[in-house]
């Protein structure tokens, strides 16, 4: 294993070094922060054979899994040269299409219903800890997702399943991973455990199951616009994990600002990362001139949401190589389009490739 996450106050170490050491942008420190990007469906597939179809490959006319994942994996090297240092990749998945017939039905999820882990799924994230660990990247694994934890009836479910999947995950051996426990914690979610009142019972599952007396550092991310993590949420978190959805540059600075003035930040600071905001750079600026790490999130063309398709188009590419964004399935993990290459252009230049 060559690199491994340790958190050092509010910096991140890999392999006892700051990040980014040294570098600066316009005179503002880059030195441990974690440059990242959103992308969770890098171990997705769909238990549901009346929705596969939604997610063929347009060269092949068929959906393939494990084509997602080696494709996804053979990326990393040229996102580390731009300097990306982590990817943040769901144990069940996020949104794709949104339209009610296909967003309501598909099934992407590492757990059975009873909080069983599913094999082929951790076998394929193995694959991304493993080529991320051999080019010096971090993997933020997110456990929970909405959407998918609905089938999910009981808390109880909940709850073995975080603590098996940290179990799985520390047996891999791997020292370059950081939990998300949940995407977005509300309660709109309908599981109690899942709420902002309750979601640091599922942080301390995860730290406080170790092996050999190592445990996972672990976080919890908040909705986008205004949410910030508080009390025993905040408290118990290793870093935070603020979105920027709906936030201007403006309001984006006022969040992380606001974090770092609760009592409980106050009490023991740590790294804040933003690992889900849009493709609106400006936001990325406003981010690291706050001392936080930013993460992009491309959702790419064909989601059949409003506000995505004002951006991407509302029809998916019809070539493998135009296809944009990185979480319509199915995704070309490539830097293959302009909205790319600006973002990878622009973590280059506040990183230096470093």
Not at 304 to 323: P, Q, V
């Amino acid at each position: 294993m060559k690199t491994e996450i340790a958190i050092d106050g509010a910096k991140f170490m890999i392999n006892g070094k700051p990040t980014y050491q040294g570098v600066k942008y316009k005179n503002k420190p880059v030195e441990g922060l974690l440059m990242n990007s959103r992308m969770i469906q890098a171990i997705f597939d769909d238990e549901n054979p009346q929705t596969r179809e939604f997610w063929k490959y347009p060269d092949t006319g068929k959906w393939d899994a494990d084509r997602n994942t080696s494709e996804f994996c053979a990326q990393l090297p040229a996102y580390r040269a731009h300097g990306l240092l982590a990817v943040t990749v769901g144990l069940q998945g996020g949104g794709s299409i949104y339209k009610p017939e296909v967003y309501g039905v598909y099934r992407m999820s590492a757990f059975s219903d009873d909080g069983v882990p599913r094999d082929a799924y951790f076998e394929r994230l193995s694959m991304i800890l493993s080529a991320a660990d051999q080019c010096g990247m971090i993997v933020i694994v997110n456990y929970f997702y909405w959407k998918q934890v609905r089938h999910m009836p009981r808390d109880s479910s909940i709850l073995k399943a975080a603590e098996a999947a940290t179990d799985r995950l520390l047996r891999t051996g791997f020292r370059n991973i950081l939990v998300d426990v949940a995407n977005e914690s509300g309660d709109w979610w309908n599981r109690p455990v899942c709420g902002p009142d309750n979601i640091h019972t599922l942080i301390d599952i995860v730290k406080n199951t170790r092996l050999d007396g190592r445990r996972l550092l672990v976080g919890c991310s908040t909705g986008g616009t205004e949410q910030i993590p508080a009390g025993a949420w905040l408290a118990a978190e290793d870093f935070s994990l603020p979105h920027g959805n709906g936030c201007t540059p403006k309001s984006l600075a006022a969040k992380i600002c606001r974090i770092r003035k609760m009592p409980e930040y106050c009490a023991r600071p740590r790294p804040i990362v933003v690992n889900e905001d849009g493709v609106e750079l400006a936001n990325m600026e406003a981010a690291v001139d706050e001392y936080a790490s930013w993460g992009y999130y491309a959702q790419g063309a064909g989601s059949g949401e409003g506000m995505y398709d004002a951006i991407w188009g509302g029809h998916r590419e019809k070539e493998y190589g135009a296809l944009s964004g990185f979480q319509t399935v199915p995704v070309n993990w490539g830097i293959n389009t302009p909205q790319k290459q600006e973002f990878f252009a622009k973590v280059r230049s506040i990183t230096g490739g470093k």
